[in-house]
């Protein structure tokens, strides 16, 4: 009788040893994997917007998380075109992305951050997005099942094409110009001029190489980091539209998140966005001295005569929402 009691004394004493050593987070405890996160987009590897992902999304979640989290970063449409990846954010088959205009076809508030000629340069653009009326854009995000957690830019837009310089509206008629599939970009190249085709963004080299189109419209950072400028031989710095970009979580996902987690990312994605605006604004100079030294033809298109020849998209779109006359206003008034 001595000899089981002090077995079963044994016995419950290992137990309470085994729990101890979990309980004290003990070399004995069970290892938490890490989390992935993907984060996908459609621009090229050398892009300012994958350079700042990589060099400082990406450790800034490792170190600020301890481990918890892993990002991978998914460029060059591999997770699919702007739609599919948008999609798949919004759905949470892809935990993040960076979104485009491609929304505003479903939530028309965007669409008066695409209307021709509405920013003056970058200062103007971060004053907008970071302030208050970036909330109102952020706002149609969230509806689309997105959190907005920072803005960034693709820079604003110019006109390439292997036919002609485009020096004004009138050098525009006869080429084919591919535009994304958004009504706003085809309204104003339509009203440009241009004829417009049509197709997804990484359809565009092939189509341009094999003058499928003549065309295309980005801006310069695209144009050199997607290799469009091999294909081209002119270029028209229109400057006729800023192309924003926000860094986005599924909402699901961010609602899920413990408050400190949300910190998290959104420090790192505030350090990212810093990185990439500062690559775009020192880089504009850089492209410019690429596409030149290349052979392409730069030149610097009568601005007032395009902006004239555009003014009825804007003119149209204001005539269609109520509301839209005060937020054009205000966005406009930042900039004065």
């Known amino acids: 009788m001595k000899r089981f009691s002090y077995v079963v004394f044994v016995i419950v004493l290992a137990s309470f040893a085994t729990v101890g050593a979990f309980?004290?987070?003990g070399a004995e405890a069970e290892t938490v994997e890490a989390q992935v996160i993907k984060i996908a987009n459609f621009y090229a590897p050398s892009h300012p917007v994958n350079v700042a992902l990589r060099e400082t999304f990406v450790p800034q979640v490792a170190d600020l998380s301890d481990g918890r989290y892993v990002v991978e970063v998914y460029d060059s449409s591999s997770l699919g075109a702007e739609r599919e990846l948008t999609e798949g954010v919004r759905l949470g088959t892809i935990e993040m992305g960076v979104a485009g205009g491609l929304l505003s076809e479903s939530y028309p508030v965007l669409k008066v951050l695409e209307l021709p000629f509405m920013f003056n340069d970058y200062d103007h653009v971060w004053r907008v997005?970071?302030?208050e009326l970036g909330d109102e854009f952020e706002a149609a995000f969230e509806d689309a099942g997105l959190k907005v957690l920072a803005w960034i830019g693709n820079g604003f837009r110019v006109f390439s094409n292997g036919v002609r310089p485009i020096a004004s509206p009138a050098d525009a008629d006869g080429i084919k110009m591919r535009m994304p599939e958004n009504e706003m970009y085809i309204a104003l190249a339509e009203s440009a001029g241009f004829n417009v085709v049509t197709m997804p963004f990484s359809e565009v080299f092939n189509a341009l190489s094999t003058r499928v189109v003549d065309g295309q419209d980005n801006p310069l950072a695209t144009l050199v980091a997607s290799n469009f400028y091999e294909v081209q031989d002119h270029v028209s710095i229109s400057n006729h539209m800023f192309s924003h970009g926000s860094i986005v979580m599924n909402l699901d996902l961010w609602n899920s998140?413990?408050?400190?987690?949300?910190?998290?990312f959104q420090q790192a994605a505030d350090a990212a966005a810093a990185q990439q605006r500062q690559l775009l604004a020192d880089t504009t100079a850089d492209y410019l001295k690429t596409v030149e030294d290349a052979?392409?033809?730069?030149?610097y298109p009568d601005v007032d005569a395009f902006r004239a020849a555009t003014a009825t998209v804007r003119d149209?779109?204001?005539a269609n929402y109520p509301w839209a006359p005060e937020l054009i206003n205000a966005i406009l008034a930042v900039g004065n």
């Open 316 to 318: 149209e779109f204001a």
């Open 257 to 264: 998140l413990s408050a400190d987690d949300r910190a998290m």
């Open 23 to 25: 309980a004290s987070g």
């Open 129 to 131: 997005l970071d302030g």
């Open 295 to 299: 052979g392409l033809v730069v030149t």
